[in-house]
């Protein structure tokens, strides 16, 4: 493997491995106003939640590693204690990389960007009119990480209201994340769309307690058919399946009956293992017909 000694390795290829590495990053479009009222608005993707109760969200503003300078977003943070995040999603991601541009101190990145400020109802910066979620918060705490280029300072916000647009609500009064459809940054200049088919569920419950790898047989854990992530699901199970339900099967399941009267193949067992292990609503009967090849000794 490529060994990184952070000590040793120039801090812009440092960076690069680090946030190719811890990807993708929500994107907070923070906007802020300076000491005369004047808008700044710019994405930071050193972000993310923190704490429910009390709502802490932090991000962090890096100095540059270029010249070691410090962005307008902190100046502002410092002399106001005001910020508003908004998230990005797809349909302004482009706005957003416009507003990431290098302005001169007083330019509206609003303006250049062609986004929309709005009014915020409990902090003076403006919400972002397109942005399907605003986050009003205040500045609780900005901690200072270093002082060398590419140092951070994070922003440790107080959510004080947030803002949703009911559009990416849907009837369980809960965000839809296909209609909210954000966008997440990688390294580099990749970013990833968080809809549609890069979107899946993985039903975890906070009660129930799975076997995991060691409770399951040598020849499911070292099956040649098996991905990593089909045995996951079995080591998910919350129950080592009996054998009385396996045999069950063994009589009733037409299509393991034929393979215990063919070939008895271990191999063809685990592939109608993880046919059905592609349906969530089958996961235990998958396991159920994974354990006929123990029981069997196939």
Request: aromatic share 6%.
């Amino acid at each position: 493997m490529l060994v990184i000694d952070p000590k040793s390795t120039p801090v812009k290829d440092l960076h690069q491995f680090m946030v190719g590495s811890i990807a993708p990053r929500p994107i907070a479009f923070v906007s802020t106003i300076d000491e005369d009222g004047n808008p700044n608005l710019a994405p930071y993707s050193f972000f993310n939640a923190f704490s429910s109760n009390p709502p802490v969200v932090i991000f962090s503003s890096n100095r540059r590693v270029k010249d070691n300078t410090t962005k307008d977003t902190l100046s502002n943070v410092l002399a106001t204690r005001e910020v508003v995040i908004n998230v990005v999603n797809h349909a302004i991601v482009r706005q957003m990389a416009i507003a990431s541009g290098r302005f001169e101190k007083g330019v509206s990145e609003f303006e250049k960007a062609g986004l929309t400020p709005i009014p915020s109802d409990l902090v003076k910066p403006f919400r972002v009119k397109e942005s399907p979620v605003q986050m009003e918060c205040k500045v609780d705490e900005v901690i200072t990480l270093g002082e060398q280029g590419g140092a951070g300072h994070l922003v440790v916000c107080h959510v004080q209201r947030i803002h949703i647009d009911e559009s990416v609500v849907d009837e369980n009064n809960r965000i839809n994340p296909h209609k909210l459809d954000l966008m997440g940054r990688l390294g580099r200049a990749y970013y990833v769309r968080a809809s549609g088919a890069a979107i899946y569920t993985i039903p975890q419950s906070e009660e129930d307690v799975p076997i995991g790898f060691d409770q399951l047989p040598e020849k499911i854990k070292f099956s040649t058919v098996l991905t990593g992530n089909e045995v996951g699901l079995l080591a998910g199970l919350v129950e080592v399946p009996s054998k009385e339900q396996a045999m069950q099967i063994a009589q009733t399941d037409e299509r393991v009956k034929a393979i215990l009267a063919g070939s008895r193949s271990l191999e063809e067992l685990h592939a109608y293992v993880a046919e059905l292990l592609e349906d969530e609503g089958k996961q235990d009967y998958a396991g159920s017909v994974a354990w006929v090849g123990e029981f069997l000794e196939l």
